[in-house]
């Protein structure tokens, strides 16, 4: 039963990892019918309008069209979607805080945040570490630090625009 | 009893569960979202086994290399590695980024998304790009769960080896006893993340066990090749959705390379990775397979300068 369960969950989790969606930045980005832009157009698409993607071929995202054809559409015209599905992180995020309690159970207490032993030999001392007591205040600060989602697309936004200078 | 009554009580008892399972999930304040769905129910009963793990793991690396203090800094990694791991095939996961203070040039990926990076990469990046490449890597291990999966797939005999070896380092001078931890109190929420834990060979595994387990293939046993050869891979592509320059990691090694034959130094990742060339054969081909020559990507090296500057200051005042 439990393997029935593992394999379950990664069918689902292999799944997940074929899907991407590409969305559209503006109005009337063409769909081609392969990776250059002189070969045929199969959609047209609106501001905001969302396809499947699989893989980058060269400065084409390789998609499906509305009417399931394969088509390419421009690196620069689309972006990847990122603010899908945000009911499991949430999820993700709310259990990492629940199991706090268990965590600090299970051998560590609260420390000053800045504890590292200078000096030490990389190669030859790093077997200790595993019988350190866990940083966990150091660790928490981590999982208190939380990117928004507005500041990953900015950071995209600002990826493309060199790109777009490059090109131009 | 005749078939219809068996079906009218059958159907009742069901009604009873249902309405019992509502009052449950309404009455328990713990209980998980409902809006997830059974998939995504699996995904994170997993999820919290591996933040234990990771959690525990991740801790004793920011023990022992200690924390570099820079918000700014570490503002930028995360913002850098969120969007690649967001460009990445496992983007609803979590990733949490932070900076070791320490020269040697490593990267770790504990299981649960704790992503951790030495001061030395981020000196011995040249722009945003390797940085890309590198934090992609490791999200690749994470959204894959490599060391996860590894730790789940050792026998008892193995993880209790690995625990034993552990527990028998010597501990160097440098050590204070406050930095040691005592052996652990098994209590019993401990016993129930422990058969989310359950290894290949059926026996449930404590979470320190496995976190103990977990630092010794991270610190000195290292992660099957292929599993280093196929989180180069996927970075590479993650980071190349991403939109970044897709010979960028080729290129870090390379210069990793150069700078090693000079120095002649042995470090904890030539010890847990392949060999840089074999790495670099393994991108060759990937990079091949993705078209990389007709790729334009951001270097973004204006952007690492900046974010750098004060690490990069205080290392020319300290020399």
Not at chain 2, 204 to 219: C, D, E, H, V, Y
């Amino acid at each position: 039963m439990r393997l029935m369960v593992l394999a379950f969950s990664l069918a689902i989790v292999s799944v997940t990892a074929l899907a991407g969606t590409v969305e559209s930045q503006k109005d009337n980005v063409e769909v081609y019918s392969a990776p250059d832009k002189t070969s045929t157009v199969l959609q047209k698409l609106k501001k905001g309008e969302a396809l499947n993607a699989g893989e980058r071929k060269g400065m084409y995202w390789q998609v499906k069209t509305t009417s399931g054809k394969d088509g390419f559409v421009s690196v620069l015209a689309v972006r990847v979607k990122t603010d899908d599905k945000v009911g499991l992180a949430d999820a993700m995020r709310e259990a990492v805080k629940k199991g706090r309690s268990q965590s600090a159970a299970d051998g560590g207490r609260t420390r000053s945040s800045v504890m590292g032993v200078r000096g030490l030999d990389d190669t030859s001392e790093v077997g200790v570490a595993a019988n350190l007591r866990p940083n966990l205040h150091a660790v928490y600060a981590l999982e208190d630090f939380q990117v928004s989602q507005e500041k990953v697309k900015a950071q995209g936004d600002l990826v493309f625009a060199e790109i777009e200078r490059k090109i131009k | 009893m005749d078939g219809r009554r068996v079906y009218s009580f059958l159907l009742i008892l069901v009604l009873l569960l249902i309405q019992a399972c509502s009052f449950w999930s309404k009455e328990n304040p713990d209980a998980e979202p409902t809006s997830l769905t059974q998939s995504e129910q699996l995904i994170l009963d997993d999820y919290k086994a591996e933040v234990e793990v990771g959690r525990n793991m991740a801790g004793r690396l920011l023990t022992f290399y200690g924390e570099y203090q820079d918000k700014s800094l570490k503002n930028y990694v995360n913002t850098v590695g969120s969007y690649v791991a967001k460009s990445g095939d496992y983007p609803d996961r979590r990733y949490m980024f932070g900076i070791l203070d320490s020269d040697s040039v490593n990267a770790f990926a504990c299981p649960g998304g704790y992503i951790l990076v030495t001061r030395g990469v981020i000196e011995a990046a040249a722009n945003e790009a390797e940085l890309a490449a590198i934090l992609g890597h490791e999200t690749a291990h994470v959204g894959k769960k490599h060391m996860f999966n590894a730790l789940r797939s050792m026998s008892k005999d193995q993880v209790e080896r690995a625990q034993a070896e552990a527990s028998a380092r010597k501990r160097p001078d440098k050590f204070s006893r406050a930095r040691l931890r005592p052996e652990p109190d098994v209590n019993d929420s401990g016993s129930a993340l422990a058969k989310l834990m359950t290894t290949a060979s059926g026996a449930g595994m404590g979470i320190l066990q496995a976190a103990k387990a977990g630092m010794s293939l991270l610190l000195e046993k290292g992660l099957d090749k292929d599993l280093e050869f196929e989180a180069d891979r996927e970075g590479v592509r993650y980071a190349i959705r991403a939109g970044y320059e897709p010979r960028a990691l080729d290129r870090f090694l390379e210069r990793l390379s150069a700078n090693k034959k000079k120095n002649n130094d042995k470090t904890v990742m030539d010890v847990t990775h392949p060999s840089i060339p074999d790495r670099r054969k393994v991108i060759a081909d990937a990079l091949n397979r993705l078209g990389a020559d007709q790729i334009i990507g951001a270097i973004g090296k204006e952007r690492f300068d900046t974010a750098r500057a004060d690490l990069v200051s205080k290392r020319k005042d300290s020399k």
